[in-house]
């Protein structure tokens, strides 16, 4: 008898460790990512394309303009390593091509984005994360811009700064700072604004503004 109830106890015990891993491991308690960010980024694996949110929907658009937020580094985080590999899946697969990708484009309001490097050879992508602008060139050019989250449309812009001096963190915990110049620049100043909930299409509103403005006051100097 005495023997019996110790094995119950013993088997009872067991399963409660069992439980409480799987509602550890349910619950993902210290997760830098919230719990719809998290379905989003476990729902399949690195291999997989993530959906693009677009402007066209009214509750994507809500989200691409809000700004996203810092990212805690650690190169053995699996969800931040997932996240990583789904976007690049995504600005690669054929459906998405472009040039580069950032995580609220993905509904991921986080400081990650993907960026190719026109000005190295073989032009390859690389991950940014917590990238800030130290200082903008006065330098402008005139440049095609589109993107995946606005469909069906391309328009040059003529207030993108010709060169940058930017800094970042690597998905290895390490930091860089460089400058970088022509249209890598673009693709660079295009993903960070992304990540601060801006579009290129605010720019070309406001490039026409100030078009408008100088036309007025033209109009009132003759």
């Not at 719990?35 to 291999?47: D, M, P, V």
């Amino acid at each position: 008898m005495i023997r019996l109830l110790l094995t119950t106890i013993l088997i009872l015990s067991c399963l409660s460790c069992t439980s409480t891993k799987k509602d550890l491991q349910n619950n993902k308690k210290g997760s830098q990512f919230t719990e719809s960010e998290q379905l989003l980024i476990g729902a399949n694996n690195g291999a997989t394309p993530m959906r693009v949110f677009k402007i066209t929907n009214a509750s994507d658009s809500l989200l691409l303009r809000t700004p996203s937020q810092q990212v805690i580094v650690d190169p053995n985080d699996p969800e931040l390593k997932n996240l990583i590999a789904r976007m690049y899946a995504t600005v690669r697969d054929s459906m998405s091509l472009g040039a580069g990708i950032a995580a609220p484009q993905v509904g991921v309001l986080k400081n990650i984005a993907w960026v190719q490097r026109f000005d190295k050879e073989g032009f390859p992508f690389e991950v940014i994360i917590n990238p800030v602008i130290k200082q903008y060139s006065k330098k402008k050019q005139d440049c095609p811009e589109g993107c995946l989250s606005i469909p069906g449309r391309r328009d040059t812009l003529s207030s993108r700064a010709y060169a940058i001096l930017v800094e970042y963190d690597k998905p290895d915990a390490s930091h860089e700072i460089e400058m970088v110049e022509d249209f890598t620049a673009v693709v660079f100043q295009h993903e960070i604004d992304h990540l601060n909930g801006i579009l290129y299409l605010d720019h070309l509103k406001q490039e026409i503004k100030d078009a408008q403005g100088l036309k007025t006051l033209d109009n009132l100097k003759n």
